[in-house]
């Protein structure tokens, strides 16, 4: 199928609109994470050579980085300045903007890839969409105000995620009645809210947000019940990579968790995901890679 003209199968296929680009998700998508924050780069020694500031170090790294997923065909580089593991320390909006804006900047002139923002801030989602990102990752869904509007303006897509709670406090006591129908009535009344503020379905990805306010019971019940999240409407990303519920199943550290990280990204493309949030860009891609060639001997 062509699908440079906007034919009426085209436009019932799968896919996200990036701002005017178009992303076809008839393919699982990888997304691959950089973060820069501080305590991603260590400067060990580098910084004492002359005329080579931590700001020069952290853009080196970050674009050697995305020069390494960009061979290894990434779809999406999520570019995040705020760290949201249990017990975070909060950032400013203009520290995040200063360490964001000018990456985003960098990998959009220097390589053709899709760029997301991990951001909850409007100042940051309008920045970095001026300088080229395409997508919104918010783990905030949207709900900081002013960011449903930033980011209806900017014509991003958008991946609206659940999270219990706020990222200091999220997994001290995670609670639900009913934690796949919580996610569900929450991921939908974002859609609404989005489409309220003008943000067309076709921008609009969800995300049940594994790890965010969730005990390992609650994890493994929505990967199970992922499939069904496809009722919603909106393509599903997922996001399993290095996280406690794959390391509390193993025993193991951040370190030794690529395998359950690639059989937790399998499971959830199986049930319907069509982007995937990782670290290990390479070994995802081959495992998409096998998992296409099964699904394209499926039946439509
Ligand atoms: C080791 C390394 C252990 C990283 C845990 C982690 C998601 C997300 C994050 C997600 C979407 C993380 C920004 C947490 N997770 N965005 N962001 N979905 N959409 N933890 O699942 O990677 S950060």
Same mark, same amino acid.
């Given at each position: 199928?062509?699908?440079?003209?906007?034919?009426?199968e085209v436009?019932?296929?799968?896919?996200?609109?990036?701002?005017?680009?178009?992303?076809?998700?008839?393919?699982?998508?990888?997304?691959?994470?950089?973060?820069?924050?501080?305590?991603?780069?260590?400067?060990?020694?580098?910084?004492?050579?002359?005329?080579?500031?931590?700001?020069? +170090?952290?853009l080196?790294?970050?674009?050697a980085?995305?020069?390494?997923?960009? !061979?290894?065909?990434?779809s999406? +580089?999520?570019?995040?300045?705020?760290?949201?593991?249990?017990?975070?320390?909060?950032?400013s909006?203009?520290?995040?903007l200063?360490?964001?804006?000018?990456?985003?900047?960098?990998?959009?002139?220097?390589?053709?890839?899709?760029?997301?923002?991990?951001?909850?801030?409007?100042?940051?989602?309008?920045h970095?969409?001026?300088?080229?990102?395409?997508?919104?990752?918010?783990?905030?869904a949207?709900?900081?105000?002013?960011?449903?509007r930033a980011?209806a303006?900017?014509?991003?897509?958008?991946?609206?995620?659940?999270?219990?709670?706020?990222?200091?406090?999220?997994?001290?006591?995670?609670?639900?009645?009913?934690?796949?129908?919580?996610?569900?009535?929450?991921?939908?009344?974002? +859609?609404?809210?989005?489409?309220?503020?003008g943000?067309?379905?076709?921008r609009?990805?969800?995300?049940?947000g594994?790890g965010?306010?969730?005990?390992?019971?609650h !994890?493994?019940?929505?990967?199970?019940?992922?499939?069904?999240?496809?009722?919603?409407g909106?393509?599903?990303?997922?996001?399993?990579?290095?996280?406690?519920?794959?390391g509390?199943?193993?025993g193991?550290?951040?370190e030794?968790r690529?395998?359950?990280?690639?059989?937790?990204?399998?499971?959830?493309?199986?049930?319907?995901?069509?982007?995937?949030?990782?670290?290990?860009?390479?070994?995802? +891609?081959?495992?998409?890679?096998?998992?296409?060639?099964?699904?394209?001997?499926?039946?439509?």
């Amino acid at each position: 199928m062509r699908r440079d003209v906007l034919t009426e199968e085209v436009l019932a296929a799968p896919g996200l609109d990036f701002a005017g680009r178009w992303l076809d998700l008839s393919v699982p998508r990888v997304m691959g994470i950089l973060n820069v924050t501080p305590d991603s780069f260590s400067d060990g020694g580098v910084l004492s050579l002359p005329g080579r500031s931590h700001f020069q +170090i952290s853009l080196d790294s970050a674009l050697a980085a995305a020069e390494y997923m960009v !061979n290894a065909g990434v779809s999406i +580089i999520d570019i995040g300045g705020e760290s949201t593991r249990p017990g975070a320390p909060l950032v400013s909006e203009q520290e995040e903007l200063d360490r964001v804006v000018p990456v985003v900047e960098a990998i959009h002139q220097r390589f053709d890839v899709l760029i997301s923002v991990d951001s909850s801030s409007p100042a940051v989602i309008t920045h970095a969409a001026s300088v080229g990102a395409g997508m919104v990752n918010d783990v905030r869904a949207l709900q900081r105000p002013g960011a449903l509007r930033a980011a209806a303006a900017t014509r991003m897509a958008v991946c609206l995620m659940h999270m219990q709670g706020d990222p200091q406090t999220m997994q001290e006591k995670p609670q639900y009645a009913d934690v796949f129908t919580e996610v569900c009535d929450f991921l939908r009344r974002r +859609i609404d809210a989005c489409a309220a503020a003008g943000i067309a379905q076709s921008r609009v990805c969800l995300d049940p947000g594994f790890g965010f306010g969730k005990s390992l019971e609650h !994890n493994y019940h929505l990967l199970a019940r992922l499939g069904e999240m496809q009722a919603l409407g909106s393509p599903l990303l997922a996001g399993l990579s290095r996280k406690s519920m794959i390391g509390a199943v193993l025993g193991k550290p951040v370190e030794q968790r690529m395998a359950g990280s690639l059989a937790g990204a399998v499971l959830a493309v199986t049930a319907g995901a069509r982007i995937i949030r990782v670290h290990d860009v390479a070994e995802t +891609i081959d495992a998409m890679k096998v998992i296409s060639a099964m699904f394209s001997h499926r039946k439509q």
